[in-house]
T-cell receptor
Framework: KNEVEQSPQNLTAQEGEFITINCSYS?????LHWLQQHPGGGIVSLFM???GKKKHGRLIATINIQEKHSSLHITASHPRDSAVYIC???????????FGAGTRLTVKP | NAGVTQTPKFRVLKTGQSMTLLCAQD?????MYWYRQDPGMGLRLIHY???????AKGEVPDGYNVSRLKKQNFLLGLESAAPSQTSVYFC??????????????FGEGSWLTVV
């Protein structure tokens, strides 16, 4: 079993819909990262969480440390949100982050 | 504002050939990483460095070597390429370890095919 599991693997939505991507992890963490991978391959960091909730524009990330679960929400989704979203667990004592396989989101106009 | 730059972006190798991927960052970061990304799997750490002159093995180091002679550069070498090394390679850097407050920056990726 992977140490970081994401669901769903693929997600298709209509423009304007509310999107939720889930991430469960089994390792101890110092932080949980959410990343966005564009169709061309580039990866950018969206959020880094150690507790609670963070918001940036239409994106919201939450984490429940006790349940080892994090969610990424996109409000009022837009075709430009189409990308692969990756969560990654950063262990506290080494540099070997563990990555989920990603969720491919397609938002149709 | 170059950030993290990888070269080359695409390369086709024959089995047994050698090559080096270059990663350069202009953010004065101490930590640099090389990952590989394969279909259906998450990014996996190959090697990393916590400063100039230091390197360490990650999750999947076999068949690869690295060097960090200058703080801004992290080189990934394949001495004798194998088809199993066909993958997309990402370099990344961060100011400190991947904990709270330390954003990780990725390069654009290098597509390597070994035939």
């Amino acid at each position: 079993k992977n140490e970081v599991e994401q669901s769903p693997q693929n997600l298709t939505a209509q423009e304007g819909e509310f999107i939720t991507i889930n991430c469960s992890y089994s390792v101890g963490i110092s932080a949980l990262h959410w990343l966005q991978q564009h169709p061309g391959g580039g990866i950018v960091s969206l959020f880094m969480l150690s507790s609670g909730k963070k918001k940036h524009g239409r994106l919201i990330a939450t984490i429940n440390i006790q349940e080892k679960h994090s969610s990424l929400h996109i409000t009022a989704s837009h075709p430009r949100d189409s990308a692969v979203y990756i969560c990654a667990a950063a262990p506290p004592y080494n540099n070997d982050m563990r990555f989920g396989a990603g969720t491919r989101l397609t938002v149709k106009p | 504002n170059a950030g993290v730059t990888q070269t080359p972006k695409f390369r086709v190798l024959k089995t047994g050939q050698s090559m080096t991927l270059l990663c350069a960052q202009d953010m004065n970061h101490e930590y640099m990483y090389w990952y590989r990304q394969d279909p259906g799997m998450g990014l996996r750490l190959i090697h990393y460095s916590v400063g100039e002159g230091t390197t360490a093995k990650g999750e999947v180091p076999d068949g690869y070597n690295v060097s960090r002679l200058k703080k801004q550069n992290f080189l990934l070498g394949l001495e004798s390429a194998a088809p199993s090394q066909t993958s997309v390679y990402f370099c990344a850097s961060s100011y400190a370890a991947s904990g709270p407050g330390n954003t990780i920056y990725f390069g654009e990726g290098s597509w390597l095919t070994v035939v």
